[in-house]
């Protein structure tokens, strides 16, 4: 079964940092691209943060460009998000998203983990 | 970046009736259009990518149309489990980006 699992969320302070964890099983990680996508209370999906598959090609959104750093390690089937300098904007639940190598939907998600930002 | 709107914002249905949901881009993204039904409190699931292919496991009273910049979402005859968020994204170009979403709820 595929799951993707995410941890890390919580309450941090304006302007602090925070590390998100996705641990993947159920398929062989290295075969695929992963992504962040977030969703502020209330409100719709937001592309964050891709990786493709040997770490080689990597894109952000403007609005974390700077702050957040993504990255991933195979060989303990995991994807990562190191967000610094957090602001209010960036309260939302983070989701990881898997994609099939040379495509860019996602076809699974993880079930999210909350960042609550508060000043 | 290229924006996408989706149309109408909320859309009220009886079961059993049909359900058609609108996309639209602010630029050409030929067929690299997917759809995204969400559910309160769960996670995101795909539904249709290049703009008309089923993913894995969705009934087929779902079906997507349309390429370009103009696209459409179609519930054939909506189940009282098809009431939902649904959202468009492409990816056709960075930063990939999804719309505002059509509430689908109950008439």
């Known amino acids: 079964e595929v799951q993707l699992m995410e941890s890390g969320g919580g309450l941090v302070r304006l302007g602090g940092s925070l590390r998100l964890s996705c641990a993947a099983s159920g398929f062989t990680f290295s075969n695929y691209n992963m992504n962040w996508v977030r969703q502020a209370p209330g409100k719709g999906l937001e592309w964050v943060s891709h990786i493709n598959s040997l770490s080689s090609t990597i894109y952000y959104s403007d609005s974390v460009k700077g702050r957040f750093t993504v990255s991933r390690d195979n060989a303990k089937n995991s994807l990562y998000l190191q967000m610094n300098t957090l602001r209010d904007e960036d309260t939302a639940v983070y989701y990881c998203a898997r994609a099939i190598s040379g495509y860019y939907h996602f076809d699974f998600w993880g079930q999210g983990t909350l960042v609550s930002v508060s000043s | 970046e290229i924006v996408m709107t989706q149309s109408p914002a909320t859309l009220s249905v009886s079961p059993g009736e049909r359900a058609t949901l609108s996309c639209r881009s602010s630029?050409?993204?030929?067929?690299?259009l997917a759809w995204y039904q969400q559910k309160p409190g769960q996670a995101p699931r795909l539904l249709m990518y290049?703009?008309?292919i089923r993913a894995t496991d969705i009934p087929a009273r779902f079906s997507g149309s349309g390429s370009g910049t103009e696209f459409t979402l179609t519930i054939s005859s909506l189940q009282s489990e098809d009431f939902a968020v649904y959202y468009c994204q492409q990816y056709n170009n960075w930063p990939l980006t999804f719309g505002g979403g059509t509430k689908v709820d109950l008439k």
């Open positions: 290049h703009a008309s």
């Open positions: 630029q050409n993204v030929n067929s690299n």
